[in-house]
């Protein structure tokens, strides 16, 4: 919680969404997961719809803020999407006399939005004589995915099993010989599995003994790896500046990745003076080549590399000693 | 120097990042060489085969046309001429916007030869010949030479006005650090910058830049969605816009062209943050600026 000059309700806003519509038809409540806090819009598998409006109720430590120095409190839901530059606002009004909820509707324009947008509630009151002010924010945001069929909190990555020869995306076809490929530009980073690279999908999605877990899992963290260390080398690649020079924290996925991993690659710095030292070495190509090893290391515990490699060789030991009995 | 591609493709298509970076060396960002055409070409993804706006042609024209018009100019200057005219040739969606693919193809394979006459500095750097940084070829939305054009566009029209839009990009610090601040995105915020500027309360470059900071840094704490409120879009109206690109004439060279209908930003909501901003913008430093040029 930042630290604001000027007094703040100590207690928390919380928010759920309570109903979805799209193109005024009511959709079913399992688009939407209070759990996960994820609405997921396409699972009606309509690609024609224009827009969809989002029921959400908040909750305010409302005996406090009434109690306090706040006055013109206004609650807002915000809904903004990095990627198209996106932002949405709705008022929500007080429910009942007294009561600590406030609910609205939000609405999202499916022109105006690619993949994932993110939805939050925020406090605004004035305070000491000045207008507008933030004075409270919802911790936990929920996802509106775009292109989700079940409202599950994505992971940090998406995977495609895709023939790179034959597939519909014809710029992988240079790379028809690797088994997979990682791509960071997007808006989640992407693995590319090339179902054209025989027994890869089988070996993937295997079940089979313990030999072949072995040996899945350990191509699996083989893949993993790689894309932490692709991940981690694209968000340090796109670090913006702020007016004084300074990185910023990018924000999606590449603030999840460069959290994750600078403890490891700079152990014992603050999160924003290793921001600050990665940036610099990049810049500086001094110090850069010494940071490889850490990297790697970085990629390599994020994806359990050591574990998965222990238990494949303790199976493998495993099968060796079965043979020769 | 890189000419205009021949063969021309026929239609903006979309050219993953991954391969952007492939066919865009060194040697087409310093103009020795031509990107790959025919091994570029085939590395794209196709758009739909019946959508007029993804025609090469009409960007294409623009492009030969801005190139012509400010041959003897200042470069910078071309892109407040641009801007509007690319962002109202192409009629997308924010959605469609923001594959990044469009964009890398557009500079890669139609227009490489504008990417270079437009960005090349004066000097290289490290005693190397001049070169585009690939971040024109391929890059953020604020930094691509087409993206920067048509999100300025975007962001600083108001409803189907793009006057707003030649004053924003007028000053090169707007497209450079103002188009990538997450406030902008609030379309009474983008007004307000535009008016000051145009009452001469921010001149410069740099003091746009020091408004921009000041605003931006407030945005922390000042709520300007509720000081300033903005009206919801007209839906219908975007829609008719992209429907009308299949009969629409050329856009106009000489006037402004129209953007979509699509509502106009509340004036009361500009003239609450242009006192706001007006406020916070006499306390701000400004780089540079010294009491002699007050």
């Not at chain 2, 000419?3 to 040697?27: E, F, H, Q, T, W």
């Not at chain 2, 992209?242 to 000489?254: D, F, H, I, M």
Request: charged letters at 25%.
């Amino acid at each position: 919680m930042r630290v604001l000059p000027y007094p703040t309700p100590a207690g928390k806003v919380t928010f759920r969404v309570t109903a979805v519509k799209q193109d005024q038809r009511s959709l079913h409540t399992s688009v939407f997961s209070g759990e996960e806090r994820v609405v997921a819009l396409h699972q009606v598998e309509r690609d024609d719809w224009k827009s969809s409006r989002i029921a959400l109720t908040a909750t305010l430590p409302m005996k406090e803020i009434e109690e306090g120095p706040w006055s013109d409190v206004a609650v807002v839901a915000v809904l903004t999407e990095k990627a198209t530059n996106t932002r949405t606002t709705a008022v929500l009004r007080r429910q009942g006399e007294g009561g600590a909820e406030w609910a609205g509707r939000i609405r999202l324009r499916r022109a105006d939005h690619r993949s994932q947008a993110e939805l939050s509630v925020t406090v605004v009151a004035t305070v000491d004589g000045v207008a507008g002010r933030v004075i409270g924010t919802s911790e936990e945001k929920w996802t509106v995915d775009l292109t989700a069929r079940t409202p599950v909190r994505r992971s940090e990555l998406q995977v495609d099993e895709v023939d790179f020869a034959d597939g519909p995306h014809e710029w992988l076809r240079a790379f028809k010989d690797a088994p997979w490929l990682v791509e960071t530009s997007g808006d989640l980073p992407t693995v590319h599995v090339n179902t054209g690279f025989e027994g890869i999908s089988e070996l993937l999605n295997s079940g089979g003994g313990p030999l072949e877990r072995g040996i899945r899992d350990m191509l699996a963290a083989q893949i993993a790896t790689d894309v932490w260390t692709a991940v981690f080398h694209s968000a340090v690649s796109d670090l913006e500046l702020d007016a004084d020079g300074n990185p910023e924290w990018p924000g999606g996925w590449r603030d999840a990745v460069l959290n994750g991993m600078l403890s490891d690659v700079l152990p014992g710095m603050s999160g924003i003076d290793a921001l600050n030292e990665i940036h610099a070495r990049r810049g500086e190509s001094s110090g850069w080549n010494e940071l490889q090893p850490r990297i790697n290391y970085a990629a390599a515990r994020r994806a359990k590399v050591a574990r998965n490699l222990g238990t494949a060789l303790r199976v493998l030991d495993m099968s060796q000693r079965e043979n020769k009995a | 120097m890189i000419d205009r591609p021949d063969p021309l493709p026929d239609r903006i298509a979309s050219l993953a990042d991954l391969n952007a970076v492939k066919y865009i060396g060194s040697g087409v960002r310093s103009g020795r060489e031509e990107p790959p055409y025919i091994e570029l070409g085939r590395s794209v993804t196709a758009t739909a085969e019946d959508d007029v706006r993804m025609r090469v042609e009409p960007v294409r024209d623009l492009v030969d046309d801005v190139m012509h018009l400010y041959r003897d100019d200042t470069r910078t200057r071309a892109d407040a001429w641009l801007a509007p005219r690319l962002h109202a040739a192409l009629r997308l969606t924010r959605r469609e916007a923001a594959d990044e693919g469009i964009w890398n193809h557009l500079a890669a394979a139609v227009a490489p030869d504008y990417v270079l006459w437009r960005h090349l500095p004066a000097t290289g750097s490290d005693g190397g010949p001049p070169m585009v940084p690939s971040g024109r070829f391929h890059g953020a939305h604020h930094t691509q030479a087409f993206s920067r054009l048509w999100w300025a566009a975007e962001l600083f029209r108001n409803g189907p006005d793009y006057a707003p839009v030649v004053v924003a990009c007028g000053i090169q610090d707007v497209l450079n650090t103002v188009l990538r601040l997450d406030i902008i995105d609030h379309r009474p915020t983008a007004q307000a910058v535009v008016a000051l500027v145009e009452q001469g309360v921010a001149r410069t470059g740099r003091e746009v830049n020091a408004l921009a900071v000041v605003a931006n840094a407030a945005a922390s704490t000042l709520f300007y969605d509720v000081l300033a409120e903005d009206e919801e879009r007209d839906d219908g109206a975007l829609d008719e816009w992209v429907a009308g690109a299949a009969s629409a004439p050329p856009v106009p060279r000489r006037s402004l062209p129209r953007g979509p209908e699509d509502g106009t930003v509340p004036e009361k909501a500009v003239a609450a943050l242009v006192e706001r901003f007006g406020e916070l913008f006499q306390d701000a430093v400004v780089r540079g600026r010294t009491a002699s040029q007050d």
